[in-house]
C-alpha cells in the first residue's frame, strides 16, 4: 500500500521561509517523478514544482526564484523548500507521485496535504 506522508506547514509571516517534505512509503521512489501541487480557498489546484525521476526541476511561473524543489532517493523524500513567502501562497500544499507502471502508464498517488499559511 502506497502512503504520502507530508510535514512542515504551518503559519508564517511574509517573507518568512517553511520547508515541506513528503516522505513516501510503499513504490520505489527512485522512478517515481514528484511534485508539489498546492490549491486555495476558491481556488483550483496549480502545480508548483516537479521533479522528474531523471532530475531537473519546474515551476510556476508563481514561484520561481523562491521556491527550491528537491529530492533524496536515500530517504524516499522530495522537498519544498519556500523561501519570502506571500500572503498569495497561503493554500493547502499536496505532494504527488507519478509510479510508472510500463505500457500500462501511471498510477498517481497524493499526500494528505499539508497547511501553509502566510499572515502578520
Known amino acids: 500500500q502506497v502512503h504520502l506522508v507530508e510535514s512542515g506547514g504551518g503559519l508564517v509571516q511574509p517573507g518568512g521561509s517553511l520547508r515541506l517534505s513528503c516522505e513516501t512509503l510503499g513504490t520505489i521512489f527512485e522512478r517515481n517523478d514528484m511534485s508539489w501541487h498546492r490549491q486555495a480557498p476558491g481556488k483550483e489546484s496549480e502545480l508548483v514544482a516537479g521533479?522528474?525521476?531523471?532530475?531537473?526541476?519546474h515551476y510556476a511561473d508563481s514561484v520561481k526564484g523562491r521556491f527550491t524543489i528537491s529530492r533524496d532517493n536515500a530517504k524516499d523524500t522530495v522537498y519544498l523548500q519556500m523561501n519570502d513567502l506571500k500572503p498569495e501562497d497561503t493554500a493547502v500544499y499536496y505532494c504527488r507521485a507519478e509510479d510508472p507502471q510500463g505500457r500500462f502508464g501511471f498510477l498517481y498517488y497524493w499526500g494528505q496535504g499539508t497547511q501553509v499559511t502566510v499572515a502578520s
Open positions: 521533479i522528474p525521476a531523471a532530475g531537473g526541476a
